[in-house]
């Protein structure tokens, strides 16, 4: 199989996890999301250390305790990844699984935002247009909702803040994960010491196979995570763009098919509006890819018959 293909089976099998998520997640029941992101911080640590060990790839922590900056920036990223779980788990458990799709629809808009505001990038004309487009759905699916559709935007946000901080660590995806993790883990794990003390944990509690799936939260975090490391190195931007999209059309298909949320007609148009911004998005992406590809083979050639003068 090419890397190319390859590359494209990962992403797929990635973004195919992260869209059946909220079935996983509504297994998890009786357990509270506060319980659940918990767990899935302390076996992610657990999953993660063990790959590490088998790949002896343990060593990179002592480079890192040596870059005060980079464990700052480890905090960032922890702290919004932290942010993303629990309201994912939370708009899960609450019945809101449409509206958390509609976080990741739009995170990709959002990520152009912080490009403007944080970065200083210029955006094109036709990325101001998709900006505005969102901007008028996010309008729409306010008055529908009676308020600000808050679990979307916190959802978007947080992911591409902590996209934005990964980028800036550059630190690959095993150890990126499991250092984040383990800043997480202390404080999940005295929260999870409260709960059996109180009596309020689950865990162990229920059955043999919600304490199998709790336990389980650690790879159901980190194999789709690894997959996507591993498509972002083979695909081109464009692909990986492409596809990323199939795990909020597979979470909005499980909100409405599945658990029976609601989408009246606004809900309906707000969701439209968001769709044709991504295309208009997406469209200008491929356009301006193909470009600069052309002018980069264009220069490429005039150097080659400039050489050979």
């Keep these: 199989m090419t890397p190319l293909r390859l590359g494209y089976l990962y992403g797929f ?30 076996w992610s640590v657990v999953f993660v250390a063990l790959l590490l060990a088998a790949m002896r790839n343990i060593g990179f922590l002592r480079a890192l305790l040596r870059r005060p900056r980079a464990l700052a920036g480890i905090g960032v990223a922890a702290t919004l990844i932290a942010v993303n779980w629990g309201t994912y788990i939370y708009g899960v458990n609450s019945d809101r699984v449409v509206e958390t799709a509609l976080g990741y629809f739009i995170n990709p808009l959002v990520v152009v935002l912080l490009g403007v505001t944080v970065l200083r990038e210029r955006l094109r004309p036709t990325q101001w247009v998709a900006l505005g487009i969102g901007g008028l759905a996010v309008a729409v699916l306010t008055v529908d909702y009676g308020r600000l559709p808050y679990l979307a935007l916190v959802l978007a946000f947080s992911f591409a803040g902590y996209g934005l901080a990964k980028k800036q660590l550059g630190l690959p995806a095993a150890e990126g994960l499991f250092v984040e993790s383990a800043v997480l883990a202390v404080p999940a794990l005295a929260y999870l010491g409260w709960l059996t003390a109180t009596g309020d944990g689950t865990f162990g509690q229920v059955s043999v196979g919600h304490t199998v799936l709790l336990v389980s939260a650690g790879a159901a975090t980190a194999i789709p995570l690894l997959l996507f490391a591993g498509a972002a190195n083979r695909l081109p931007l464009t692909g990986l763009g492409m596809i990323q999209y199939l795990a909020p059309i597979l979470q909005l298909g499980c909100g409405v098919l599945i658990f029976h949320e609601p989408m009246p007609p606004a809900r309906l148009a707000g969701f439209a509006l968001v769709w044709v911004a991504l295309i208009v998005f997406t469209v200008d992406a491929v356009r301006h890819t193909r470009r600069t590809r052309a002018a980069n083979l264009a220069a490429r050639r005039a150097g080659a018959v400039a050489a050979t003068r």
Excluded: D
Excluded at 13 to 41: K, T
């Design 13 to 42: 099998v990635a973004y195919l996890l992260w869209g059946f998520f909220p079935l996983y997640l509504r297994l998890l029941r009786p357990a509270g999301s506060m319980e659940i992101l918990a767990h899935r911080i302390v």
